[in-house]
């Protein structure tokens, strides 16, 4: 019998510099949450961050303490095209996984570490996918 593995990739991006954080952690919810709004607090501790998230259950818990340098705004519901991360995650697939079979999930995950932090350090690329003139204008 075969058994479905899964990784998830958390990740957010500023639309005015294309600066991506990722994180690849074991499950969707809210601990896992947890940690990735600290560690993105952590990485940019002198900044004001408004996280962008849709509506999915562990975005929302009540267990969340949010850190004090980020504010979480939530869009409205069925409209994940107005988050800038959808589109990188877009990318990704294309690029990094189009036509890939893996023989694990550890095989998986590596080459998703790698193709993440390959996209953490092309700030340009990352921009030009997430900088839509209407949210630029709106900053």
Known sequence: MVTQ?????????SVSDGILDTLILPHVNSECMQLFLDEVAARHPKDRIAMILDG????????LKIPKNLLLVSLPPYAPELNPVEHVWDELREKAFGNLVFDSIEAL?????VS??????????????????????AL
């Open 109 to 113: 995950e590596d080459q998703l570490e």
């Open 5 to 13: 593995q899964y990784t998830y990739a958390y990740a957010a991006v």
């Open 116 to 137: 993440l932090k390959a996209m953490e350090l092309d700030t340009p690329r990352v921009h030009s996918i997430v900088a839509w003139p209407w949210i630029i204008s």
């Open 56 to 63: 999915a259950g562990w975005h929302k818990s009540s267990t």
